[in-house]
C-alpha cells in the first residue's frame, strides 16, 4: 500500500480491498470460506521479523486476490488444494536499468512453478531511484508490472517499463512476487542495480 493514501494507487488498493471483504461475507459458499479457513491453519506464514503466523481464511483470501487484481487477473474463490506457498528462485539471473529507454531488463529462471502455468504470474515493483550510495531500502516500491506464466513458460530476459524517471548512475531497487494459477503465493524477493546509459 502505498504512503499516500489518497493517491490513485492507494485508492485502487482500498477498492480491491474493499470489494474482496464484500466478496467473502456475500458471494463465498460457507464451505468456500472453511476451506481458506483450513488452507489458512495449515499453512502458517512468516512474518517480517522471521516469526511463524497463522492467518485468518478471510487473510489469506484477501492476499492472495488483492495481488491478482493488482496485476490484473481473476479472483479466485475456491482455497488452493496444496498446503505450501510457492517457491520463487534466488537469485535472479540478471537485472539492468536502461536510461536511454526507461526500461529494464530482468532475468528470471522460467523453470519456477508459477512461469509453467496458465494464470501464474510474477509481479515487479520499483523504487523511486536512490544515490548510488544507498544500500537498503524499505519502501514504497510502485507496481512496474507483471510476467505472466504460460503453458510454454516466458523466456528470460523479459523488458518491463520503470515506472519513474531513471539517469545514468542512480541506484533503483526493486522486489518480485510470484503466485501460482491457484492463488499461492511466494516469499518476496529484492534486488538493485545501477542504471546505465
Wanted: net charge neutral; aromatic share 12%.
Amino acid at each position: 500500500m502505498p504512503v499516500n493514501p489518497g493517491s490513485a494507487f492507494a485508492q485502487a488498493m482500498t477498492a480491491f480491498f474493499a470489494t474482496l471483504v464484500s466478496r467473502w461475507t456475500t458471494t463465498l459458499t460457507q464451505l468456500q470460506r472453511d476451506s481458506w479457513d483450513l488452507w489458512a491453519v495449515n499453512t502458517p506464514q512468516t512474518d517480517a521479523l522471521g516469526n511463524a503466523v497463522t492467518w485468518t481464511g478471510q487473510n489469506a483470501f484477501i492476499s492472495m486476490n488483492a495481488f491478482r487484481l493488482q496485476a490484473g487477473k481473476v479472483i479466485i474463490d475456491n482455497a488452493p488444494a496444496i498446503f505450501s506457498g510457492t517457491s520463487l528462485s534466488d537469485p535472479f539471473i540478471s537485472v539492468a536499468f536502461d536510461e536511454s529507454s526507461q526500461n529494464f531488463s530482468l532475468g528470471f529462471l522460467n523453470t519456477d512453478e508459477w512461469a509453467g502455468e496458465v494464470g501464474g504470474i510474477l509481479s515487479v515493483y520499483v523504487s523511486r531511484p536512490q544515490n548510488p550510495s544507498v544500500n537498503y531500502f524499505k519502501g514504497p516500491y510502485r507496481y512496474a508490472g507483471t510476467i505472466n506464466g504460460a503453458v510454454v513458460p516466458p523466456t528470460s530476459p523479459q523488458i518491463i517499463p520503470v515506472p519513474f524517471p531513471v539517469v545514468e548512475n542512480q541506484k533503483v531497487f526493486a522486489q518480485c512476487r510470484a503466485a501460482t494459477a491457484d492463488g499461492r503465493l511466494s516469499s518476496l524477493k529484492r534486488f538493485s542495480g545501477l542504471v546505465q546509459a
